[in-house]
């Protein structure tokens, strides 16, 4: 972690450094060319977490890009996590999505090697990789703290990004979780979102080796948590979606609930773990993750006792930026 007399980079930095227990959500990339598309899912949010991810080709699928919703998010006033994968673009396509997103506004990146393109509905599409999330996280310390680019071109205004990573404590093999958040660390991540949790014990023994390691006085750890909509999903998620795992027994526990009550059944389970990772040492906060269910993500967030969050003045904000764009809108229309 920084030396705390140096001044935070972000709002997320600020709550983090606070001890505040932090929380963060997942935004869906809409499926459509309408801004308004991604405020209505950001107003949703914006009351109930201290920043919002805004993904980039989640599961390998295509959607709005990543840095088109933090340009929309930024406008808005809200706090957003540029999630940077390396599947789709080289080191200079990187360099410069970084500029332009600090331009923008952008003070948390996300740095991500991303899901292969076989796990998408285009699997024929070219994998780029030219470079992976450890090195893209050393790109962007590189071109924050010494101001140069990797062609060693010095920047004239570098960007001032607070650095996060990802890693899946629940994926084998589990000794070396820690050992690659620790690679992570030395990259330059000073927060980290995880996969899913489902599976608290397997979380406690990698949090166990994480403060043997020390890491947690390096590093804010940020636990993903998200609620199953229903069993059907819950297989989806198991079988289709890449790192996740979900123990037998919340299967069955989800099996055993009639159907017409399994999302609040999906609920419950989440606002559980939610509980149980508060308590352990040296978890920083929550990342949720609900794909097309941000009014489950405010429910959740608000039952598990973590509001109030954020003055209600900024949802304002949004709702003028709203307005303001299906203005311009109308404009467009009429001048054309």
Not at 191 to 197: A, N, S
Request: hydrophobic share 40%.
């Amino acid at each position: 972690m920084r030396d705390l007399t140096t001044p935070p980079r972000s709002r997320l930095e600020r709550v983090l450094r606070s001890g505040r227990f932090a929380v963060t959500a997942e935004l869906d990339a809409p499926d459509s060319a309408d801004p308004n598309d991604v405020y209505q899912n950001a107003l949703v949010l914006a009351e109930v977490c201290d920043a919002i991810n805004a993904t980039d080709g989640a599961g390998a699928n295509c959607h709005m890009s990543s840095m088109g919703c933090c340009a929309l998010l930024t406008r808005a006033g809200y706090e957003a996590v540029l999630q940077m994968g390396c599947r789709d673009r080289n080191r200079i396509a990187i360099q410069g999505d970084l500029l332009g997103a600090a331009a923008m506004g952008v003070r948390n990146v996300l740095c991500l090697t991303g899901d292969d393109v076989s796990a998408g509905d285009q699997p024929e599409a070219k994998r780029v990789f030219d470079l992976d999330s450890i090195q893209l996280l050393q790109v962007a310390r590189m071109m924050r703290d010494r101001g140069v680019l990797l062609s060693g071109r010095k920047l004239r205004t570098p960007p001032q990004f607070f650095l996060g990573a990802v890693e899946n404590p629940f994926a084998p093999p589990f000794d070396w979780r820690p050992l690659r958040l620790e690679k992570k660390v030395k990259a330059g991540a000073e927060f980290i979102q995880t996969q899913y949790c489902f599976d608290v014990p397997r979380l406690q023994q990698f949090m166990r080796r994480v403060r043997d390691l020390g890491l947690h006085e390096r590093v804010y750890i940020l636990v993903g948590v998200g609620p199953i909509r229903s069993y059907k999903a819950a297989e989806f998620m198991r079988d289709r979606v890449p790192g996740v795992w979900i123990p037998d027994a919340v299967m069955q526990r989800m099996a055993k609930t009639p159907k017409l009550q399994q999302a609040e059944e999906g609920k419950r389970i989440c606002i559980e773990i939610i509980q149980q990772v508060r308590e352990i040492e040296g978890v920083a906060g929550i990342h949720v993750m609900a794909y097309r269910q941000e009014e489950a993500v405010a429910e959740v967030i608000q039952r598990a006792g973590l509001l109030p969050r954020r003055p209600r003045s900024h949802g304002d904000r949004i709702n003028q930026v709203i307005q303001t764009t299906r203005t311009d809108s109308v404009r467009c229309v009429l001048s054309s």
